[in-house]
């Protein structure tokens, strides 16, 4: 299938300079493609995930993808999307960013394939050394302000009395533009792609490209995202889902992929995962058969975090949900992934000494926990098989419990049924 094509049937097509004509681009030639990047935290988020999917799709197909990472205009702000103007990072701040992405980015593309080896590029490096008064007639000679206004990311701004909109975010386009001619004359880049709020950037980028050197450019959009709910994709109730694992675990990376609406989910398997259309559309089949066995979700939430994380960080992640909602073992599972499991059920603090010597009867620990009333009803509980600790399952009502129980020398997880868990802590 053309990557055009392949495109279209994720629906990862919202705009398209000349869909036939590039469509022909992509069949006869090899074509280098390039995204950008605003470095404008220390992470990326699961938003900016999809145009790195479009990237690696066309380097999958044959074509020569680029990265920018933007160091130019990060320090500048985009406009687009926006409602009130970005607060402008220090130049420090930006450098930092741009470290910091920079792995980041490279982990969705292959630097090794030949011959369309990847590209990772930062546009300060072009931009850096321009004054500002060659940068007014090499490139700001070529747009009138009538055009630039036009833009949808700019009229929604200037229609807003009370923010309007800073002469600085104001040129942010023509320096997207610039990046576009650059890429262009030096790396011979015929194409951008982007989210659909990039759409009047891109198009600017054409125009500069082809007055300067006299060269067909072209553009595509993909749509963006958000759930069928209408909120927007990429938040939770705890905040923005980051790819660092230091600001997002991996673990609640992949609760926030299985946790997808059973209306998103195969739109997400097209959108975020490189298997085949024959392989969705059997999850397809699977997921409307028996929507509550969430079979989809899981296979989503393995392949992301996978891709992100890798495969030792999907396994402890997809074990840590097993515990809380399988019953799964805590046999070598890292404390760090347990910890994860305590923020999700409520703990007791118990006095450590408790535990020394012979230890606490298993029916009091019950009892302190919260999970059981009295002694007397975690005695019937137990007998009826349906109390757990560390997710073992209890026989004798005389079990004491002591230090080495515990896990990582001071947790234990007690479990009364299938839900209702509770993680005490000794202090």
Avoid at 109 to 128: E, G, K, M, S, Y
Wanted: hydrophobic residues 40%; aromatic residues 8%.
């Amino acid at each position: 299938m053309n990557i055009y094509d392949e495109l279209l049937w994720r629906g990862l097509v919202a705009d398209c300079t000349d869909p036939d004509a590039l469509r022909h681009q992509l069949d006869d030639h090899r074509v280098t493609v390039y995204c950008g990047f605003d470095p404008t935290s220390d992470s990326i988020h699961v938003g900016i995930l999809l145009p790195l999917m479009v990237l690696r799709r066309f380097q999958n197909a044959g074509h020569i993808p680029i990265a920018v990472a933007g160091g130019a205009t990060g320090s500048v702000g985009d406009p687009s999307g926006k409602s009130t103007e970005r607060s402008l990072l220090t130049a420090e701040q930006i450098a930092a960013n741009v470290a910091s992405v920079l792995p980041q980015l490279a982990r969705f593309l292959d630097f090794q394939i030949v011959p369309n080896t990847a590209r990772l590029v930062d546009n300060a490096d072009w931009t850096r050394s321009i004054s500002f008064i060659d940068f007014l007639r090499d490139i700001g000679k070529h747009f009138t302000v009538n055009q630039m206004i036009a833009k949808e990311s700019v009229r929604a701004r200037m229609e807003d009395r009370e923010t309007g909109i800073s002469f600085t975010e104001f040129s942010y386009m023509l320096l997207q533009a610039h990046d576009f001619y650059v890429l262009a004359r030096d790396q011979g880049c015929e194409l951008q792609v982007g989210g659909s709020d990039q759409w009047g950037n891109i198009t600017l980028g054409i125009d500069l490209v082809r007055k300067k050197l006299a060269r067909t450019a072209y553009g595509l959009t993909f749509p963006l995202i958000t759930k069928a709910d209408g909120t927007k994709f990429g938040k939770t109730e705890s905040g923005t889902v980051w790819l660092d694992p230091r600001k997002t675990s991996p673990y609640r990376f992949y609760q926030f992929w299985v946790n997808s609406a059973d209306a998103d989910v195969i739109r997400y398997l097209k959108y975020f995962t490189f298997l085949e259309r024959e392989e969705i559309e059997a999850w397809e089949a699977r997921h409307l058969a028996d929507p509550g066995q969430r079979a989809a979700h899981r296979e989503l939430a393995r392949i992301v975090t996978d891709l992100v994380h890798g495969p030792r960080a999907t396994e402890e992640a997809i074990r840590a949900s097993e515990i809380l909602f399988g019953g799964g073992l805590l046999d070598d599972l890292s404390e760090g992934t347990f910890n994860e499991v305590v923020g999700e059920v409520p703990t007791r603090p118990v006095d450590h000494l408790k535990f020394s010597g012979p230890g606490l009867g298993i029916l009091e620990l019950f009892v302190e926990s919260g999970l059981s009333p009295s002694k007397g009803q975690a005695r019937k509980d137990l007998e009826g098989g349906g109390l757990y600790l560390n997710n073992h399952r209890l026989t004798d009502t005389q079990r004491l419990v002591s230090t080495a129980d515990l896990l990582y020398g001071r947790h234990l997880l007690l479990r009364k049924g299938k839900r209702n868990y509770v993680v005490v802590t000794a202090g």
